[in-house]
């Protein structure tokens, strides 16, 4: 099992900043691809970041100008720096690790921690 613990939110202002993390214990597999998701009010869960253990890094096409996905292997942590906030970046990100195993797709999720962009 893993387990993932998401820190870093909070209220920011338009424009503004933030830097979530991602600590991940358990059995973590260095194929473990980690990422961010996140959970617009009103919305589906949609992905957003993903990396991998080699630190290729995927961007939704949306966010790829703002957003920075980073992974430090020896720390098991994933990164998601977020620049020039909008309002409609307020959402739950949830940080997930996708594992490949013998054929079949591992999804582990953490609790999700709000974003909220507001004046």
């Known amino acids: 099992q893993v387990q993932l613990v998401e820190s870093g939110g909070g209220l920011v202002q338009p424009g503004g900043s933030l830097r979530l993390s991602c600590a991940a214990s358990?059995?973590?597999?260095?194929?473990?691809?980690m990422g961010w998701y996140r959970r617009p009010p009103g919305n589906r869960r949609e992905l957003v970041a993903q990396?991998?253990?080699?630190?290729?890094?995927w961007l939704e096409s949306s966010v790829k100008d703002r957003f920075t996905i980073s992974r430090d292997n020896a720390k098991n942590t994933v990164y998601l720096q977020i620049d020039s906030l909008k309002p409609e970046d307020t959402a739950v990100y949830y940080c997930?690790?996708?594992?490949?195993?013998?054929?079949?797709?591992?999804?582990?999720w953490g609790q999700g921690i709000q974003v909220t962009v507001a004046s």
């Open positions: 997930n690790v996708w594992r490949k195993l013998d054929g079949s797709n591992l999804n582990f």
């Open positions: 358990g059995n973590i597999f260095s194929t473990d691809v």
């Open positions: 990396i991998d253990s080699g630190h290729s890094p």
